[in-house]
């Protein structure tokens, strides 16, 4: 069976490891959607998000939409003809975007879902003294990180880890979890 067509949909650091993994795995990325460059720095120069650095030094094909909404936006996102959509640290998306390809679109969160559901899950985990956290990878719905779970993988906190550390370990993990739960989709899994 080929691969399926994804597009990826992810912003910071933490979502680059995924969209690596899902490359080098010989995956079909016809498209990179991320945040537009916004200033930063005393200079206030237009940055480019980790995953836009990462997309370009790969020639995929990169779209960075003010509004997921906008028709012209939709119009590109359709014209990509995607089987699947991946999301990873993005933004909540519209059902116009996460209900157009055929196969769906799959979130990897970085918490045991339904805990810490939206934003700073690894901080939150930190601040609560959990010993224990974990990623999910799921089916998006209407609510934020809610849906059909696919796929769960335990991490157990280090003694003193600090958020920073745990977020490092969660990117590959969580990336590894993703490549799992997309081979198992595109085998029908």
Not at 67 to 86: H, R, T, V
Not at 88 to 95: I, N, Q
Not at 112 to 141: C, D, H, M, S
């Amino acid at each position: 069976m080929p691969f399926p067509k994804i597009i990826f949909m992810g912003t910071p650091e933490f979502a680059v490891p995924s969209l690596d993994k899902l490359l080098q795995a010989g995956y079909n990325i016809v498209g990179v959607i991320t945040a537009p460059d916004k200033p930063a720095g005393r200079g206030m120069h237009l940055t480019q998000s980790a995953v836009k650095k990462y997309a370009l030094s790969k020639n995929l094909k990169i779209l960075q939409p003010e509004k997921l909404k906008s028709p012209d936006f939709l119009e590109e996102l359709k014209a990509l003809n995607a089987d699947l959509q991946i999301v990873v640290a993005f933004r909540m998306l519209p059902e116009v975007v996460w209900s157009m390809p055929p196969m769906g679109t799959v979130n990897l969160h970085a918490s045991l879902l339904p805990q810490y559901r939206g934003a700073a899950p690894i901080n939150w985990t930190i601040i609560k003294g959990e010993k224990e956290t974990g990623v999910t990878t799921f089916k998006l719905k209407h609510e934020i990180d809610t849906g059909n779970v696919l796929l769960q993988q335990k991490i157990i906190i280090r003694e003193d880890e600090t958020a920073g550390e745990l977020h490092d370990r969660m990117k590959e993990i969580g990336a590894d979890l993703l490549l799992k739960t997309v081979d198992g989709l595109a085998e029908k899994k």
